[in-house]
Each structure stands twice: as structure tokens, then as C-alpha cells.
């Protein structure tokens, strides 16, 4: 059984438009997070929700917008796609307490914007 | 978040032993010392994680120098499939949950 779930796995798309990636964990975790890896391998945290309340955005642009529907579920729209946002998006996913615990990554999706 | 240094790259043959350092000498008292890998074309996985005594677990064991400034992660026999890039990572108990990635370390193994 998979884990942490993401599709799709590939998307090729125009500048412009507006593309939604989904994760879904089955894990139980109440805590999900969305990375961007750019073209030099450099992976960064863009959002995280616990409980579906977003508690981290690093100061990504207003055109990613991370929704929330369940503590399975965290999606990232991401409106009039540039150049720029092509790159490998993981999802996450961990349980919160007072111990740190580690997080359980997707496969990743891998985004081309032409 | 303190930071940390690892070497960009690192080689190691089969079925020997590797030693992955990383040093963290402005890690703070409440730093915990994580490690994750990331297997080529797919998401970073956990490997290990420690404060001050070493650890052990079926992947690997963690290394954490006295005055904790440095840490070593161990795989006791490389495999093919131990080829990655490793991470490791200080993470504050008191502070929210995210990674900060570095560079990490890659390593290749050779047959």
C-alpha cells in the first residue's frame, strides 16, 4: 500500500495556465507539507497544514494555493503557471506531538511548464 | 535552524562500510540530528534520527561527536541501492515541523 500518494506524476503544460496536484496520505498523520525540488536539485519547504490549518508558507507567490479538504488530503493549485515552476513537487506527511517525528515523502510529480 | 556542512560527494564500494560526516558546530542544545536520503528519481526518505547518544536502527547508525558539533552517519555494508543523495538535517523541538534541506552529500557506490 502507498503511503503518500500524488498525481499526477508527470504534467506537461503552457505558460498561462492553471494545474492542480493532489496528495493523499493513508498514514493517519495529521500533518501534510508540500517541497519544491528546482532544476538544481535544491528541495525547499512551501506549505504545511496541520489539521487542514495552514502553519507554514515560506513566501511562496500568490498563484500557489494549497487546499486542504481532510487531514488525508493537501492539493496545490497553482494558477497561470510560469516558466519558473517547472521543477519536482513532493508532498508529506507526518504525525505532530511534542516529539519530533519524521516525515513520509510522495514520489514526487514532476512539472514542465513550455 | 543551525546549519550544517556536508561534502558534496562521496564513494564507496560494495559490501564496505561508509562513513557520511556532517558537521553542525553551531547546533544548538535542543537540535535534534536527522538524516535523510534521497534515492534517485524519488522523494527523500528518513533514515536516522539522534540528540547526544548514538543510534542504531536497521538502516544505519549515527555517530554524534561528544560536544555534538559533528555527526557521522554509518552504513555498515553499502549496497547498489545505497546510492543517493544523503541529507542531514538539524531540527529544533520547539520549532515547526519543516525540513531545510542542504546540498547533501552524494554518494555513489561502486560493484
Known amino acids: 500500500d502507498t503511503a503518500v500518494s500524488q498525481t499526477p506524476k508527470y504534467l506537461v503544460t503552457q505558460m498561462g495556465n492553471d494545474k492542480s496536484i493532489k496528495c493523499e496520505q493513508n498514514?493517519?498523520?495529521?500533518?501534510m507539507y508540500w517541497y519544491k525540488q528546482d532544476s538544481k536539485k535544491f528541495l525547499k519547504i512551501m506549505f504545511s497544514?496541520?489539521?487542514?490549518?495552514?502553519?507554514i508558507n515560506e513566501t511562496v507567490p500568490n498563484r500557489f494555493s494549497p487546499k486542504s479538504p481532510d487531514k488525508a488530503h493537501l492539493n496545490l493549485h497553482i494558477n497561470s503557471l510560469e516558466l519558473g515552476d517547472s521543477a519536482v513537487y513532493f508532498c508529506?506527511?507526518?504525525?505532530?506531538?511534542?516529539?519530533?517525528?519524521?516525515?513520509?515523502f510522495g514520489p514526487g510529480t514532476r512539472l514542465t511548464v513550455t | 535552524d543551525a546549519k550544517t556542512t556536508q561534502p558534496n560527494s562521496m564513494e564507496s564500494n560494495e559490501e564496505e562500510p561508509v562513513h557520511l560526516p556532517c558537521n553542525h558546530s553551531t547546533i544548538s542544545g535542543t537540535d535534534y540530528i536527522h538524516w535523510y536520503r534521497q534515492l534517485p528519481s524519488q522523494g527523500p526518505e528518513y533514515v536516522i534520527h539522534?540528540?547526544?547518544s548514538n543510534v542504531n536502527n536497521r538502516m544505519a547508525s549515527l555517530a554524534i561527536a561528544e560536544d555534538r558539533k559533528s555527526s557521522t552517519l554509518i552504513l555498515h555494508r553499502a549496497t547498489l541501492r545505497d546510492a543517493a543523495v544523503y541529507y542531514c538535517?538539524?531540527?529544533?523541538?520547539?520549532?515547526?515541523?519543516?525540513?531545510?534541506f542542504g546540498t547533501g552529500t552524494l554518494l555513489a557506490v561502486q560493484p
Open positions: 508529506a506527511s507526518s504525525q505532530s506531538g511534542s516529539i519530533i517525528r519524521e516525515q513520509y
Open positions: 538535517i538539524l531540527r529544533d523541538r520547539g520549532a515547526t515541523n519543516k525540513l531545510i
Open positions: 497544514y496541520n489539521n487542514k490549518e495552514l502553519i
Open positions: 498514514l493517519g498523520h495529521d500533518t
Open positions: 539522534g540528540l547526544t
